[in-house]
């Protein structure tokens, strides 16, 4: 049964399978649930003490529609969530009476992005394999989404991966991570340009139908709807863990590409008692200027020591933008036409009031950044990264006196960005022992302008996809 629709309303409904393995709806849109599943309170309260994997199967169920059953999700969340370091899989670390930051980088690749990453690359593995279907995966990445892809989909015998990445504005253990893998599957190209660059090549391909169609086109960017469920489930383990549904609880989220705010958003649809979601963004600001303005204006992207949240572009914003209308797919068809036309629109007053409703906003900029990061080494002894700062001074700014909990994401490891670490606060966090010799390792990159027609080509002549195809 078809369940999923087009924020923009031109493209067919699809079930769960195949909006995971579609990506971009074909009218350019992104696909969103028909209804909200909603879960009780008991439901939720039962989450408390309960292995994270089996959250997670409780939560994802209701979008799956029983197109894999129980048994099989359940299997490949534990092999997923097995592949964390930490136990709790996301840990929650209390740092004043009421402000906590939800540790999500115990991954493979010491970011956020393991947590739906881990789970996806199972999913769509699992369904490729039940179709006897081959895949061509091309991801846009600020840093982090490009090294979770690569671990997890390197050597899987159905997909072809190819990751763009902005040229010399990630940092180097971002790159090696996507640069130094021995998978022939994988393909990395450092594109001269920004990240929106590399996103606008991604969704460029979807629209480009014929192409699509010929590698069988995929994403695993925050497009897919798969990502976000999974990163949904967090939000339930980490409100539970301090007390809902009894108890309301607020987030504070480094925020890009709007996914992970966005997930928060549909935690608070199903059943979820957040009072407010904080969006913090750095000087990359559209976000927190459109929340005041009510203009959403794209200016020049500047680069930040948070290299992830380096983005004008916030694809999800779509999403939100689709709900707070009451699912106006002709509005939203109208506004992101102006976006790709001039670079703004103007919300509509009741759109910008439903969004101002649940949704705060605040940046921060390098210098806030840097001494959140000298406070939370002295007065915590905590190494905390760039991204995971911008929301700490954030909600410092913010919160004079909070009267619920305010979970801040923790959405990376500080050892990725060690320079902008040891310049802030003198110490240099170091790698995991498990990723010894990440950085002396060779790397393989290609070097390409941002030519939608010439990565196509690329893409063309590395996908299997395309010889399988002209073999038969
Ligand atoms: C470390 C880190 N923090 C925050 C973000 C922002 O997340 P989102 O793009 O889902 O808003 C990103 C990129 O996605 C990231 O890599
Ligand atoms: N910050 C992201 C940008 C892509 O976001 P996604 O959630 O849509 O994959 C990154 O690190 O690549």
Request: aromatic share 8%.
């Amino acid at each position: 049964m078809p369940h999923y629709i087009s924020t923009r309303g031109e493209a067919p409904k699809l079930g769960f399978c195949d909006v995971m393995l579609t990506g971009l709806a074909r009218d350019g849109g992104l696909y969103v649930p028909e209804t909200w599943p909603q879960l009780s309170a008991d439901t939720i309260a039962s989450f408390f003490g309960r292995p994270y994997w089996e959250v997670a199967v409780e939560v994802i169920r209701p979008f799956v529609h029983g197109e894999i059953s129980d048994a099989e999700l359940g299997a490949m969340a534990n092999e997923a969530y097995a592949s964390f370091r930490h136990p709790a899989v996301v840990p929650l670390n209390q740092v004043s009476p009421s402000q906590f930051t939800l540790e999500l980088f115990h991954g493979p690749t010491l970011a956020f992005k393991d947590v739906a990453m881990q789970l996806l690359a199972r999913l769509m593995d699992h369904v490729l394999a039940k179709r006897q279907q081959r895949i061509t995966i091309v991801v846009a990445t600020s840093g982090d989404t490009g090294g979770a892809a690569v671990e997890a989909f390197a050597g899987r015998g159905n997909v072809d991966l190819v990751v763009l990445f902005p040229d010399g504005r990630i940092s180097d253990v971002q790159r090696r991570m996507m640069t130094t893998t021995a998978a022939s599957n994988v393909h990395a190209l450092a594109l001269q340009g920004t990240f929106d660059d590399c996103q606008a090549i991604v969704k460029g391909m979807f629209n480009h139908h014929a192409f699509r169609d010929e590698v069988a086109l995929a994403g695993v960017n925050s497009i897919n709807w798969a990502r976000i469920i999974a990163q949904v489930v967090y939000y339930f383990t980490s409100a539970v863990a301090l007390g809902a549904p009894q108890r309301e609880v607020d987030f504070t989220v480094p925020t890009g590409n709007f996914g992970d705010i966005f997930a928060g958003y549909v935690a608070k649809r199903m059943g979820l008692p957040v009072r407010r979601l904080r969006i913090a963004s750095n000087v990359n600001d559209i976000l927190a200027r459109t929340l005041s303005t009510g203009i959403h204006e794209v200016r020049e992207v500047h680069a930040t020591t948070s290299p992830s949240m380096d983005i004008q572009i916030s694809s999800n914003f779509e999403r939100l933008l689709f709900e707070a209308s009451g699912r106006d797919a002709s509005l939203v068809r109208g506004l992101m036409a102006s976006l790709k036309q001039s670079g703004r629109y103007v919300l509509p007053d009741a759109v910008l009031a439903a969004i101002r409703s649940e949704f705060d906003a605040g940046r921060a900029d390098e210098e806030e950044t840097a001494a959140a990061i000298r406070t939370a080494w002295r007065e915590a002894g905590e190494l905390v990264d760039p991204h995971t700062a911008v929301a700490l001074a954030v909600s410092d700014h913010e919160l004079a006196e909070p009267t619920v909990p305010n979970v801040v994401l923790s959405t990376a490891h500080a050892a990725k960005f060690p320079d902008a670490v040891e310049a802030a606060c003198g110490v240099r966090p170091g790698l995991p022992s498990w990723l010894d010799g990440l950085m002396t390792k060779p790397e393989q990159i290609k070097t390409m302008a941002c030519d939608q027609a010439a990565i196509e080509s690329y893409v063309l002549a590395v996908s299997r996809v395309v010889k399988q195809g002209a073999a038969q």
